[in-house]
C-alpha cells in the first residue's frame, strides 16, 4: 500500500500534497521540475500518479485545460517558481477566459525570502489574481490539504475555472500534522446551481408568445453537458439552434435544426437569421464581440432570455427580458417537463419554413475557395474520415476559422479551441491533454503552420509518453488571419507573416520519433488520415493549402452581423 493511502498523520508538506491530490481523484499531472518544487517531485516519484514531463510550462497549463475540458474535472499542472510560474500564466488566463476547471501548483522560494528579490522569486499570487477563480499560497505545511480541497471544489463548481496553489520551498519540505477535510466552508464563495423555477416559466411563456424564435447555444451548454435537454427543448418548440464559436458542438451540426456557429466567421445562415429573429433562449453564453458583432444592434427588436450558472454575465453585454440564474442543463431540464404538459408548437409554422429555405439558399449559393485544397474541401474530407466520437482540438488563426465553417461537429462536446484569449499554440497541448482523459477514440488537432510553431515541441512529450495525437496542419506559409486582415483593411501592407517554408514539418515530426506525412491531393489526404489513426505514434499531416485563401463570409470588427463580408 502507498503511503499516499495512509490515514491523516504527521507528515511533510510535499507528501500531505500528494495525498490530497489522490484524494481528488488525480492521477497524472502535467509539468516541468525546477528548484523549488523539487520537494513535492521527490514525493511525486514516490506516489503513483504519473508524471508527463513537458518541454515548456506553458504547454503543460494547456494539457491540463485539454484534460479538464474533456473529463470536466480539473487538470493538475506542475511548475518550478519565477518563469516557470510565469510561463505557466498564458495557460491558466486561456482556462479562465474560457471556463475550464485547473489546478495549477507552483513552487515558490522559502516563506523568509518572500519579497526580498531572491533568485527565481515572482509574485506569482499577484500577477495570476485577475486571470483566476481563486489563488492561496499556504505559509504553513498544515494547510495544503484544505487548500488543496478548496482549490478543487472552487475549480469544478459553478462556472469553472482555474485555482492556483503556490507552495513557498520550506512550506512543501516541514513536517506537520495533517488533516484531510471533507467538509469545509469557503467564507463569500456560493455557487448558485438551482434553476429559479418562475423565470424558467417566464421564459417559456415568452418563447410560445414569439413569431421566431431561436436558440443561441454558448460554451456553457456544452461544461453542463445540457445536450440531450437542449435537443429535446429545441425539437418540442421546433425552434432553429444556432450556436456561439465555443458553443460549437454542443447540439449536432447535422440536425434539420442547426444552423451552425454566428458571429465574424459564422454560418451565412445563422447569421442572417440572428438578425431575423424576435426572441432569442440564450443558453450558457457571454454574448461576447466575436459573436453578436454590434451590441446594439444585435438587440434591436430581440427580446433576450438569458441562461447562465454565472449571475455577473446577466446584462454584462446584453440587456434581458429573463434571467434564468443557475446550471443551465438543470434549467433546461425544467423547461422539458414544462413543456411535456403543454402541447408543442407542431412543424413550426411559417418561421420555420423560412429558416429551412434561406438555409438551403446558402447552401446552394454560398462560393468556396477553387482548387482541390481548399479549407472547405480538406476540412470536409477529415470530417467524413473520422467516427463522430473523435475528440477535436483547434489551434488559433484561420484554420480555427475554417473549422468554425467546414467542420461539423456530429457527437456533442467532441470539439474544443481557444476562444476568448484566443492563444496561438493552445490547440496542440490541449490535444495531448484531451486524449489522456479520452485514451480510447481518436484526437486530431486542426492546426495552422504559425500557431502550431509555438508549442510544436510537444511533440517530444506525445512521442515519449506515449500519447498518440494527429496534427491536421493546415499549411499555407503565413500567418494567415494576420496576412488575411493586411489584405482586407491595410491595402495589402504585408509585413511579418511570411513563414518562408520554414520549418519542413515532415522532417520535424520525424526529428522526434513521430510520424510525418505530406498531403497534396485530396486522395492523399484520406489515405494519410487513415494512416494516421492506425499508428501507435503521433502524426503531422502537413497539408500546403493557398496562401491567399481567406477566411469567408467575414463580419469585420464593430459591425452587425447583417452586414456580411461574402466570396465573390
Known amino acids: 500500500m502507498s503511503r499516499l493511502d495512509d490515514g491523516a498523520g504527521k507528515m511533510i508538506g510535499a507528501e500531505a500534497l500528494m495525498r490530497a491530490l489522490r484524494k481528488e481523484g488525480t492521477r497524472q499531472v502535467f509539468g516541468l521540475p525546477g528548484g523549488a518544487n523539487l520537494p513535492m517531485y521527490d514525493e511525486l516519484y514516490k506516489s503513483d500518479i504519473r508524471h508527463i514531463l513537458v518541454r515548456h510550462e506553458q504547454s503543460a497549463a494547456h494539457m491540463a485545460d485539454g484534460f479538464g475540458r474533456v473529463s470536466r474535472k480539473p487538470g493538475v499542472c506542475f511548475a518550478t517558481s519565477g518563469p516557470g510560474a510565469t510561463n505557466v500564466l498564458t495557460g491558466i488566463a486561456t482556462a479562465q477566459a474560457?471556463?475550464?476547471?485547473?489546478?495549477?501548483?507552483?513552487?515558490?522560494?522559502?516563506?523568509?525570502?518572500?519579497?526580498?528579490d531572491a533568485?527565481?522569486?515572482?509574485?506569482?499570487?499577484?500577477?495570476a489574481n485577475p486571470v483566476v477563480k481563486y489563488a492561496f499560497q499556504p505559509r504553513s505545511a498544515a494547510e495544503i490539504p484544505g487548500a488543496v480541497r478548496k482549490g478543487f471544489y472552487i475549480a469544478e463548481t459553478g462556472r469553472p475555472g482555474p485555482v492556483l496553489l503556490d507552495i513557498p520551498k520550506d512550506v512543501q519540505q516541514n513536517e506537520a500534522e495533517m488533516e484531510f477535510p471533507d467538509e469545509f466552508k469557503i467564507r463569500g464563495y456560493h455557487p448558485w446551481t438551482d434553476p429559479d423555477i418562475a423565470s424558467v416559466e417566464k421564459a417559456l411563456g415568452m418563447i410560445l408568445s414569439s413569431q421566431r424564435p431561436i436558440i443561441l447555444a454558448g460554451g456553457g451548454t456544452i461544461i453542463s453537458m445540457a445536450f440531450s435537454e437542449l435537443q429535446a427543448v429545441a425539437e418540442a418548440l421546433m425552434m432553429p439552434v444556432v450556436t456561439t464559436f465555443k458553443g460549437k458542438g454542443s447540439f449536432p451540426e447535422n440536425h434539420p435544426l442547426s444552423l451552425g456557429p454566428i458571429g465574424m466567421h459564422g454560418h451565412a445562415e445563422a447569421n442572417r437569421l440572428m438578425t431575423e429573429?424576435?426572441?432569442?433562449?440564450?443558453?450558457?453564453?457571454?454574448?461576447?464581440?466575436?459573436?453578436?458583432?454590434?451590441?446594439?444592434?444585435?438587440?434591436?427588436?430581440?427580446?433576450?432570455?438569458?441562461?447562465?450558472?454565472?449571475?455577473?454575465?446577466?446584462?454584462?453585454?446584453?440587456?434581458?427580458?429573463?434571467?434564468?440564474?443557475?446550471?443551465?442543463?438543470?434549467?433546461?431540464?425544467?423547461?422539458?417537463?414544462?413543456?411535456?404538459?403543454?402541447?408543442?408548437?407542431?412543424?413550426?409554422?411559417?418561421w420555420l419554413g423560412h429558416v429551412r429555405e434561406v438555409k438551403r439558399y446558402w447552401k446552394e449559393n454560398l462560393k468556396i475557395h477553387p482548387g482541390e485544397m481548399s479549407a472547405a474541401r480538406i476540412l470536409r474530407k477529415l470530417r467524413s474520415a473520422l467516427p463522430p466520437e473523435a475528440v477535436v482540438t483547434t489551434e488559433v488563426g484561420q484554420h480555427q476559422m475554417w473549422a468554425s465553417l467546414f467542420y461539423d461537429v456530429i457527437q456533442p462536446g467532441t470539439f474544443f479551441s481557444s476562444t476568448g484569449l484566443g492563444t496561438m499554440g493552445w490547440g496542440f497541448p490541449a490535444a495531448i491533454g484531451a486524449k489522456v482523459a479520452r485514451p480510447g477514440v481518436?484526437?486530431?488537432?486542426?492546426?495552422?503552420?504559425?500557431?502550431?510553431?509555438?508549442?510544436?515541441?510537444?511533440?517530444?512529450?506525445?512521442?515519449?509518453?506515449?500519447?498518440?495525437?494527429?496534427?491536421?496542419?493546415?499549411?499555407?506559409?503565413?500567418?494567415?488571419?494576420?496576412?488575411?486582415?493586411?489584405?482586407?483593411?491595410?491595402?495589402?501592407?504585408?509585413?511579418?507573416?511570411?513563414?518562408?517554408?520554414?520549418?519542413?514539418?515532415v522532417k520535424l515530426a520525424r526529428s522526434y520519433g513521430a510520424q510525418g506525412l505530406r498531403a497534396q491531393s485530396l486522395d492523399e489526404l484520406g489515405a494519410a488520415v487513415k494512416e494516421a489513426l492506425s499508428s501507435e505514434v503521433a502524426t503531422v499531416i502537413d497539408i500546403p493549402i493557398d496562401p491567399e485563401e481567406d477566411v469567408l463570409p467575414f463580419v469585420a470588427p464593430g459591425t452587425p452581423l447583417k452586414d456580411m463580408i461574402l466570396p465573390s
Open 98 to 116: 474560457d471556463s475550464a476547471p485547473m489546478v495549477a501548483v507552483t513552487g515558490q522560494v522559502p516563506v523568509s525570502m518572500i519579497g526580498r
Open 119 to 127: 533568485f527565481q522569486e515572482s509574485d506569482i499570487i499577484g500577477m
Open 277 to 350: 429573429a424576435d426572441c432569442v433562449l440564450a443558453v450558457g453564453t457571454r454574448f461576447s464581440d466575436r459573436s453578436v458583432g454590434t451590441f446594439e444592434e444585435f438587440e434591436k427588436r430581440l427580446k433576450i432570455i438569458h441562461m447562465d450558472v454565472d449571475p455577473a454575465e446577466i446584462g454584462k453585454n446584453q440587456r434581458t427580458s429573463v434571467a434564468v440564474v443557475g446550471d443551465v442543463r438543470a434549467s433546461l431540464r425544467v423547461m422539458v417537463k414544462m413543456l411535456a404538459s403543454r402541447a408543442a408548437r407542431g412543424d413550426g409554422g411559417e
Open 442 to 505: 481518436p484526437v486530431v488537432d486542426i492546426a495552422g503552420d504559425g500557431s502550431f510553431n509555438m508549442t510544436e515541441n510537444s511533440l517530444a512529450t506525445s512521442v515519449l509518453e506515449d500519447i498518440p495525437v494527429i496534427v491536421f496542419l493546415v499549411n499555407n506559409f503565413t500567418l494567415g488571419m494576420v496576412a488575411q486582415w493586411q489584405r482586407t483593411f491595410y491595402d495589402r501592407r504585408m509585413i511579418g507573416v511570411d513563414q518562408k517554408h520554414c520549418p519542413d514539418y
